[in-house]
């Protein structure tokens, strides 16, 4: 005959719901309010299409001009196609640096941010690339077809897209960490540009340099190598800097 402590031992109890779901939420909550977060902004920003638009208009426009105000002549526009077009595309990216975190300031939404759960320099991080999906990748596919305008070679086209790619990234994760700073002030613009402009000279000499490289014929490798690395240091560092900016902003 079985034991009665056999006969009666308790089954193995059922695991909680709501234990599992916290695990879940756990082990998910990252991902999903990264997704979340990137959705969002890419909704809102393509709701206020003006701010998506201004950025590439004003781009063209510049472009568009020099030819006319300067002179048509080849040799000339060649010469200074590299910087006018790096110069060009660096403004254009400032003009929407500044409401990068001013609408979630303004809603109240950049507090919750604050206060969720998860690290603040990642939700961050997905604020930023929404800005380069929008801003800094248009820019760079852009750049080729204003470029015949101003006599580039054919052989250059790809490296100013690459390169302008690499570098916008870059003025993103650096614009981004300014207007951190100066998301609470009413006219932050100005500020705003004094303080991320001087940190915007590397990746406009290196991103600059690899154009020029590549019309004259030479290796354009070194030069988006550095702005590879300036990319990978910004990635590194930007998020924490921005995280850090953004509690100084609403905290004091």
């Not at 660096?90 to 941010?113: C, H, I, N, P, T």
């Not at 015949?148 to 690499?166: F, I, K, R, T």
């Not at 600059?208 to 014929?217: D, K, L, N, S, T």
């Amino acid at each position: 005959m079985a034991d009665d402590t056999t006969l009666t031992a308790s089954p193995r109890q059922p695991a909680d719901p709501e234990a599992i779901g916290e695990l879940k939420e756990a082990r998910g909550g990252a991902a999903v309010a990264l997704t979340a977060t990137l959705r969002r902004d890419l909704v809102l920003m393509l709701r206020s299409r003006g701010e998506v638009i201004n950025p590439l208009v004003f781009f063209a426009l510049v472009i568009t001009l020099f030819p006319i105000g300067i002179s048509p002549d080849p040799d000339l526009l060649q010469r200074i196609a590299p910087g006018l077009l790096w110069v060009a595309a660096l403004l254009a990216a400032l003009l929407s640096l500044d409401s990068l975190f001013r609408g979630d300031f303004e809603d109240g939404s950049l507090e919750q941010l604050l206060l969720a759960p998860q690290p603040l320099a990642a939700l961050s991080l997905a604020k930023v690339a929404v800005h380069w999906l929008l801003t800094g990748l248009p820019l760079a596919l852009m750049a080729p077809v204003l470029g015949v305008m101003l006599s580039l070679p054919a052989g250059s086209y790809g490296v100013l897209s690459l390169s302008l790619a690499l570098g916008s990234a870059s003025l993103s994760l650096i614009g981004a960490i300014g207007a951190a700073l100066t998301v609470g002030l009413s006219r932050g613009g100005v500020l705003l540009s004094l303080l991320v402009l001087p940190l915007y000279i590397p990746v406009l000499i290196f991103g600059a340099g690899a154009v020029q490289a590549a019309i004259m014929g030479d290796g354009a490798g070194a030069h988006l190598a550095i702005l590879g690395a300036l990319l990978a240091a910004s990635l590194a560092l930007s998020p924490w800097a921005i995280a850090a900016a953004l509690r100084i902003s609403l905290n004091g």
